[in-house]
C-alpha cells in the first residue's frame, strides 16, 4: 500500500516548463505558472524511490494558507500565489486535485532565503568547527537548539538538481544578488516572514527553527515571496513543550528531520535510489499531517 504520486501525468494539456525535486511546474500562459506539489521526498539533496501519500497536498495546503496569512501580517509583502482553481485544460485530471496552486510566472533570484532563529542543522556544524554561523560571528558556549540571540539571515546558493545547496556569507549572497537594492530587501522581507510565522508558529506549540524562502522579481524588479512557504519541506518545527528539554540533543520535529535521522542512522544518507520502508513512509506522513492541522488549525 503506498498510493503516493511521484509522476505527475499533463497528459500533454499544458506545456510542461520545469521539475524540481519536489515540484514540477506547468505553463498556463506567458505569465501564470500551474505550481504541482508531487508526493515525492528529498533528504540531504536526493530524491527518494517511492514518495509518502498525501504530501503534495499538505504542502499545497499549508503554503497557500501562510501566503494568506503573511500578506496579512507582512506590510508590503507580494506572493506569487493566485488561486488554488484548476486551469480549463487539467481541471478533469484528479490528480492535479489538492496539490495544485497557479502563481505569477517571475524572474528567480538565484539564492536560498534561509532564516535561523535556533541553532542546528548545519549552522551547528559550522558554530562548532568556528564559533561562526555563514561566518557570522556568535556568541561563545551556544548549545546544539538554542535560541540565537536574534534570527540570522544565513542564505545558501541555489544548486542545479542534482548538486548541493551551499551555505554563503550574507556578503556573497548580495553578490550573487548584484542589486543592492534587491539584495536588501529580501534579507528584510526574510526576516520579516521569519518574525511573523514564528510568532504564529508559537501560538501553536510550534518553534520554527529555521526556514527557507524563495524569491522572484516582477517586472518592475518588485520582489515577490514565490515556491512553497513554511512546511516542513524547508523548515524544521519543533514541538514547543519539549524544546527546553531537548536542549543540546537532535530535537523531535514535525519535518523530514525525521526521515534524515533515518537515513543517518542507516548509512544512507546522499545515497541515491534509497527505497524508505512503509512504517517510516508511515510515520513522516503522520507527522506531515500533525505539522499541517496544528498550523492551519484545520484537520488535514
Ligand atoms: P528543493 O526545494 O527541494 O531544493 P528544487 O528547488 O529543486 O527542490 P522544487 O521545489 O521541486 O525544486 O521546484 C520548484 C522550482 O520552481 C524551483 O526551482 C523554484 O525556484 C521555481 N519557482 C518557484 N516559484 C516560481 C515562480 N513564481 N516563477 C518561476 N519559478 C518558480
Ligand atoms: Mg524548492
Known amino acids: 500500500m503506498s498510493g503516493a504520486i511521484t509522476t505527475i501525468d499533463v497528459q500533454g494539456k499544458l506545456p510542461k516548463v520545469a521539475s524540481g525535486k519536489v515540484r514540477d511546474l506547468f505553463a498556463v500562459d506567458d505569465n501564470t505558472l500551474l505550481f504541482v506539489a508531487s508526493d515525492r521526498i528529498s533528504a540531504y539533496d536526493v530524491i527518494m524511490e517511492n514518495g509518502i501519500p498525501g504530501k503534495g497536498a499538505l504542502l499545497t495546503e499549508m503554503s497557500i494558507y501562510w501566503f494568506k496569512y503573511l500578506t496579512q501580517h507582512v506590510p508590503g509583502l507580494r506572493t506569487h500565489y493566485i488561486s488554488n482553481e ?3 485544460p487539467i481541471s478533469s485530471l484528479t490528480t492535479f486535485q489538492d496539490r495544485s496552486m497557479q502563481v505569477q510566472r517571475l524572474r528567480i533570484i538565484p539564492i536560498e532565503s534561509i532564516v535561523r532563529g535556533y541553532i542546528t542543522g548545519s549552522g551547528w556544524s559550522e558554530y562548532k568547527k568556528s564559533g561562526t554561523v555563514n561566518g557570522i560571528a556568535m556568541p561563545a558556549g551556544l548549545i546544539e537548539g538554542q ?3 536574534q534570527p540570522l539571515w544565513t542564505p545558501s546558493t541555489k544548486a542545479e538538481l542534482g548538486d548541493k545547496d551551499e551555505n554563503i556569507s ?3 549572497a548580495r553578490e550573487i544578488i548584484a542589486n543592492p537594492k ?10 520579516q516572514i521569519y518574525e511573523a510565522a514564528a510568532k504564529r508558529a508559537e501560538s501553536v506549540g510550534i518553534v520554527l527553527a529555521d526556514t527557507k524562502f524563495e ?4 517586472e518592475k524588479d518588485e520582489v515577490v515571496l514565490v515556491d512553497e512557504v513554511l512546511t516542513p519541506d524547508s523548515s524544521r518545527f ?10 543540546g540533543k537532535a530535537q523531535p520535529s514535525f519535518d523530514k528531520q525525521f526521515l534524515r535521522d533515518w537515513l543517518t542512522s542507516n548509512g544512507l544518507k546522499g545515497k541515491e535510489g534509497v527505497k524508505v520502508p512503509e512504517d517510516i513512509v508511515q ?13 492551519t488549525g484545520k484537520s488535514a
Open 147 to 149: 535560541k540565537l540571540p
Open 182 to 191: 534587491i539584495a536588501a530587501r529580501v534579507e528584510e522581507l526574510s526576516l
Open 170 to 172: 550574507p556578503e556573497k
Open 283 to 295: 510515520q513522516t506522513a503522520a507527522k506531515y499531517r500533525e505539522a499541517c492541522e496544528k498550523i
Open 86 to 88: 484548476l486551469p480549463g
Open 215 to 218: 524569491f522572484g522579481l516582477d
Open 238 to 247: 519543533w514541538p514547543r513543550d519539549t524544546w527546553e528539554q531537548n536542549l
